[in-house]
């Protein structure tokens, strides 16, 4: 384990185990026992009392995060729940969050998990505007999960809105401002020690980069990148909610608008949202209830986990050289310099003229920051999302519920270089493209629910089915040469032009049930199945079984414990059930599949897909065991959860020898295990402070433990044609990085030296593949939060601490920062550079060929405590007439850090399946490659309910 992050648990843990015994003592005014555990928790298609819950289940309210600068649910559950991983790859507004439960259980699937949201089914949060959000309710294992079905394989997230209530009519506004700076920077050369390096890079023999470097045309000009780049973002966000009700109707309207401006320009994430949930009585045996949600989102994206000469601005803004101007005309322009002014005809050459960003005199395609900065990269989203339900009490203890829901997505990225400001656009006069994306979905549900209550028993009985359809259909538009002048895409005026369109439909159909009985309110049974069929899947493998089962005892109503003063709830858990995967397969995966393309007008088709018509389901099989524990009329809750998760007939795609198609298979097995911990206390609780501590840990194991004959390992992810670096393998974890273990620098030549096979030290010449191992795994050993909130009267405090132990992380970063093979600009580590005979020291010499492998040297400790979020805030009770209460506070974001990683932010993964990986890239991440790096936010909110 990191030693610093090791002993800042420590402290942290004495604190709060300390103030927590010794509040004990002093609190009289707790939770009655009965009262406490009659909450209800929503599990699939109704919902439990939680006294009678039999899986593994957490419940995040929307007083964890109500006061945060967030764009996305998923930001709202990090820290918040054991088992649930949020990792946010990166800073940038509006990027997609990594969420995981229990960990990855699948190697190209999708491991996201399921949102119900208001009864909507839907995988894609984007755009949900979380100050709508009561709570969330995280299902874990597959004994409540599996009448998802393989929906149901990632965990479920049952979101709760806001809706109306009877009694006094509520109109409550909601707004915050504040502003962003990077966490941390990097530090580059200055201009004289880079002119040094290029120096030994000469020496050392590469190429004469000084001379350019020394051009009269640069004198005087030092340029700071990252100041250039690097810059303050402002955040503002309104919302307006108003909700009303009586016996007949209740009605809950909202209006909410979102800025955030990024610290890289032009990064920029602006949402409109707007929603309405309404619940009628018709008939007193008739009822409906609806939700509708529309959003508007408009992303102005900046480029990042990209290196510089593909156009990545956060590389580019370290890498490129300070002797360079933002500008062209910035440089001292010689009327005889044959580079700038044509000397036939004295006029200024492309690269020079006013409003043209200089050219790079190495070479022009690799361009400057703020260059790669005017590309346009915009994304703008309409999503329509409804239900509608209705509740018919059949007979007294028989309710039908049928439902309908849609799902729309429309969204238009359009990008565009014009082709006068940049190398890269003059060099295409112009290239663009506008991509259509149209995505429909249909839910048709019909459920019937049948309760029992009697005595001391308590049955219920659900059974439904289910319909699903998807539509996607895709159309593509791109060119380039375009006129001159022309500044915005337009398809029509492009003189070469390519399009291409796509289509997909897929279909679902289900039969679920669930079975639940509780016997003297101690004992409870729970069964779940669903009965799933898959479109994607050839006939004969279309349909999957996936039932679930689970107990629990409440011991603690026994008679031996119902008048303890001690311990006031005591329940075992157990559950086990079977889940499953169709994500990974495409739409038509039993079919060959071919793309035309015209050879002088002659059409002439390329298999891109071959017939994997024999798939099965992904298949994961989930036991659970957990225990909760109450103490001190539940002041002091303890859950436990250890659990064993196991896929069968893993999915992936494979390539079979040069062939440019793939074919998808079933190559394997994968296992989780894990253990989860949550405690929650009341530490004190009087009329005049209180104070409530949360604390999850999860530790999660995971392994690959069989793997086809035909197929003994899987290798992934390239950066920039450097060689493998992730690799899966039986046997091994998800995700390991693959490369060559170094045994230092050579101190008489300067050259980086490696471990081959036999264990021996040896030079890079001798280097075989074979020699390549596994130097680490970016799976952490534990992930925890931890939060405390305070109140003294009016004011109250709140803080969330987030963290992450034992993971690595692949520092490609440094692959542009360090190798000193060329004339990018460097990081101040290669200050430490070989250079004399002799020296003792762990960077190599300039442009030493040892350097440019991938190995263990790139490997860094990514453990991480993390500082999430601090709120102070004063409550205004009755400050005007009219105004129930005003709320104002100050909230800060990534406030600090503590880690041993040399990147801007241990908090990464450049290759974020929801970044556009696909296949075996899916599984991979602890990966940092020019990430746009995490900010520090400072906000001031208010709240006014009226």
Do not use: C
Request: glycine letters at 8%; zero cysteines.
């Amino acid at each position: 384990m990191n030693l610093r992050i090791s002993k800042s648990l420590g402290m942290v843990a004495v604190l709060y185990f300390t103030a927590n015994f010794s509040a004990q003592t002093k609190v009289k005014d707790t939770v009655p026992k009965e009262k406490a555990i009659e909450e209800v928790v929503l599990v699939g298609y109704g919902s439990v009392k939680k006294q009678n819950l039999t899986s593994a289940a957490s419940v995040v309210k929307a007083d964890a995060f109500d006061n945060r600068p967030l764009y996305n649910v998923g930001q709202a559950l990090q820290g918040q729940a054991a088992g649930v991983s949020v990792v946010q790859a990166s800073g940038k507004p509006g990027a997609n969050i990594d969420i995981k439960i229990r960990g990855n259980n699948s190697i190209s699937s999708a491991v996201s998990p399921l949102y119900v949201i208001d009864g909507i089914q839907t995988n894609d949060i984007s755009g949900v505007n979380t100050d709508d959000i009561v709570d969330m309710t995280i299902l874990k294992d597959a004994s409540s999960t599996a009448i998802y079905g393989i929906n149901g394989s990632s965990g479920v997230v049952i979101i709760t809105t806001k809706r109306g209530k009877i009694g006094k009519p509520q109109l409550n506004f909601n707004a915050y401002w504040g502003f962003s700076k990077a966490v941390k920077n990097i530090d580059v050369l200055n201009q004289d020690q880079y002119k040094s390096l290029l120096s030994d890079i000469k020496l050392n023999g590469g190429g004469d980069y000084l001379a350019t470097a020394n051009n009269p045309r640069y004198a005087g000009i030092n340029t700071d990148w990252t100041k250039e780049v690097f810059q303050t973002g402002f955040d503002q966000n309104y919302n307006v909610n108003y909700a009303f009700g009586n016996e007949s109707i209740k009605a809950y309207a909202a209006l909410g608008y979102q800025d955030i401006d990024g610290i890289i320009k032009p990064s920029r994430f602006q949402r409109t949202s707007a929603k309405l949930n309404l619940d009628a009585v018709i008939l007193p045996w008739l009822k409906l209830n609806s939700s509708v949600n529309y959003f508007l989102t408009n992303l102005t994206n900046t480029n990042d986990n990209l290196s510089t000469a593909r156009g990545g601005v956060v590389l580019s803004a370290f890498n490129t050289p300070t002797f360079l101007p933002v500008y062209g005309n910035q440089v001292n322009m010689s009327p005889s310099d044959p580079e700038i002014y044509d000397q036939a005809t004295g006029a200024i050459k492309d690269g020079y003229k006013p409003g043209q960003f200089a050219p790079n005199p190495y070479q022009s395609s690799w361009e400057n920051p703020v260059a790669y900065q005017s590309r346009k990269d915009k994304t703008l989203t309409q999503r329509f999302l409804s239900n509608l339900g209705l509740e018919v009490r059949l007979f007294k203890d028989l309710t039908w519920k049928p439902s309908i829901s849609f799902d729309m997505i429309d969204s238009r990225n359009t990008k565009f270089t014009d082709g006068f400001q940049t190398s890269y656009g003059r060099s295409k006069l112009g290239i663009g493209s506008q991509e259509f994306n149209t995505f429909q979905e249909y839910n048709f549900e019909n459920t019937l629910n049948y309760t029992f209550k009697k005595s001391v028993h308590d049955f219920s009985l659900l059974g439904g089915m289910q319909i699903n359809e998807r539509n996607f259909q895709s159309n593509y538009y791109g060119g380039d040469t375009f006129p001159e002048g022309i500044f915005n895409f337009n398809y029509d005026l492009a003189k070469n032009q390519s399009y291409d369109i796509r289509k997909e439909i897929l279909r679902q159909v289900s039969f679920f049930g669930r079975a639940l009985y509780t016997l003297n309110g101690k004992y409870t049974v729970m069964g779940v199945f669903r009965e799933n069929a898959n479109s994607a899947l050839a006939p004969g493998n279309k349909w999957g079984f996936f039932p679930g089962v689970s107990a629990s005892w409440l011991i603690s109503k026994e008679n031996f414990l119902a008048d303890s003063k001690i311990i006031s709830e005591l329940k075992l858990r157990g559950g086990w059930g079977k889940t499953g995967n169709a994500s990974a397969i495409p739409a038509y995966s039993h079919f060959n599949l071919y793309n035309p393309f015209w050879n002088n007008g002659v059409p002439v088709y390329t298999n891109t897909q071959s017939d994997s018509g024999d798939l099965a389901w992904e298949t994961t099989t989930d036991t659970n065991v957990g225990l909760d524990l109450g103490i001190l009329d539940n002041r002091i809750r303890l859950s436990v959860d250890a659990y064993q998760r196991k896929t069968d007939n893993l999915i992936a795609p494979i390539r079979l020898g040069t062939s440019d198609f793939l074919i998808f298979r079933n190559i394997g097995s994968l296992e989780n295990k894990g253990l989860e911990l949550a405690l929650n206390t009341v530490n004190i609780k009087n009329e005049s402070f209180t104070w409530n501590t949360s604390f999850n840990i999860s530790f999660t194991k995971n392994k690959i433990t069989e793997m086809s004959s035909y197929l003994r390992s899987i290798p992934a992810t390239n950066i920039e044609g450097m060689g493998t670096l992730v690799k899966f393998e039986q046997g091994q974890p998800l995700g390991m990085f693959y490369g060559y273990q170094t045994s230092g620098v050579n101190p008489n030549n300067g050259d980086m030296m490696y471990v081959n096979a036999s264990g021996n030290v040896v030079p890079y010449t001798e280097l075989k593949p074979e020699d390549r191992r596994y130097i680490g795994n970016p799976n952490p050993d534990f992930t925890f939060g931890f939060s405390n909130n305070f109140k003294l009267k009016n004011w109250y405090l709140d803080m969330l601490v987030t963290g992450s132990v034992g993971n690595d992380i692949f520092n490609a970063t440094r692959f542009d920062l360090e190798m000193m093979n060329d004339y990018k600009n460097q990081s101040t580590e290669v200050l430490n550079r070989w250079t004399t005979a002799g020296q003792i020291t762990d960077v190599p010499r300039a442009n030493s060929p040892s350097a440019q492998f991938i190995s263990d040297r790139f490997i860094e400790n990514g453990s991480y405590l993390k500082l999430k979020a601090v709120t102070l805030g004063y409550n205004f009770l009755n400050p005007f007439k009219g105004l129930s209460k005003l709320n104002l506070y100050v909230t800060g974001q990534n406030i600090f850090t503590i880690t041993d990683y040399s990147g801007m932010d241990p908090e990464v993964n450049a290759f974020s399946p929801n970044n556009g990986t696909s296949g075996a890239e899916r599984a991979v991440f602890g990966i940092d490659y020019g990430t746009y790096p995490q900010v520090r936010t400072i906000i001031i909110g208010l709240k006014a309910n009226f």
